[in-house]
């Protein structure tokens, strides 16, 4: 479980970017944050895993204060950055899986089998000795999420997931998002594009100017979207059913 109460967040420059956000999210959830630009999505997410020191308030992954226990928290989640050129570290889809678990000091047998399995999980076998640089979009974005799951992260946090995407990544992406669910890992994802991931998460939390303005169930969200400066899905707004992107 993660618990976030009262939390503030002031870059260097004076900017105020987050205010008094209180939410917990249970284990095996699938949220969806969501707002316009410079709502604060980003650095919500990097306060959560601890890559940002909050400038007040505090933040609790299964108990540990993320200010406190660095190390505990790191092992409790991984995230997947928005350009997944900057996260991918290897010359070869293989051994960019295995630099995570490489960090841990994990023995080279178990090295091995967890490369082995982030592959064949992320479908990613075939292409296992080719050059990272010749992937497609599509496939580094698989890439980086192997290199998360190497590390086998209760939490996975991913930051535009869709961004640089064509129509078939976007779909190979979502459904893996989804199996990972269907598994029992806890997701959070941040995107603006709401439509793509809307029908699968079990709830939608909207920032704005640094504020959680609402929280719960898509059902009752993506009606309000708008007002916020967020696009809803086409089918909330012809009063339809949801509609997935894998249909």
């Known amino acids: 479980m993660i618990e976030i109460q009262h939390l503030h967040h002031r870059y260097p420059d004076g900017t105020l970017a987050l205010?008094?956000?209180?939410?917990?999210?249970?284990?095996?959830?699938?949220?969806?944050?969501c707002g316009p630009n410079g709502s604060g999505k980003t650095t919500l997410i990097r306060l959560i895993t601890g890559l940002y020191k909050p400038t007040s308030g505090s933040i609790h992954v299964n108990g540990f204060?993320?200010?406190?226990?660095?190390?505990?928290?790191?092992?409790?989640?991984g995230m997947v950055f928005q350009d997944p050129d900057s996260q991918i570290v290897g010359e070869t889809v293989r051994e960019d899986i295995a630099f995570g678990p490489e960090n841990l000091g994990l023995p080279l047998k178990e090295i091995s089998n967890r490369v082995d399995w982030a592959l064949r999980v992320m479908g990613l076998e075939p292409l296992s000795e080719k050059p990272c640089y010749l992937l497609s979009g599509g496939e580094k974005r698989r890439l980086t999420i192997a290199g998360v799951l190497a590390m086998r992260p209760q939490v996975i946090l991913f930051d535009e997931p869709f961004s640089f995407l064509d129509y078939s990544g976007i779909q190979e992406v979502l459904r893996h998002m989804i199996q990972l669910h269907r598994e029992g890992h806890t997701l959070i994802v941040t995107t603006h594009d709401v439509e793509k991931v809307a029908p699968h998460v079990d709830r939608i939390a909207i920032l704005h100017n640094g504020e959680l303005k609402l929280i719960g169930p898509p059902e009752d969200l993506?009606?309000?979207?708008?007002q916020f400066g967020i696009r809803p899905p086409c089918y909330t707004l012809l009063g339809g059913k949801k509609i997935s992107w894998l249909e």
């Open 222 to 226: 993506l009606i309000r979207l708008p």
């Open 65 to 77: 204060n993320t200010l406190h226990h660095s190390k505990e928290v790191c092992g409790l989640m």
């Open 19 to 33: 205010k008094g956000i209180d939410l917990t999210i249970s284990d095996g959830e699938f949220l969806l944050i």
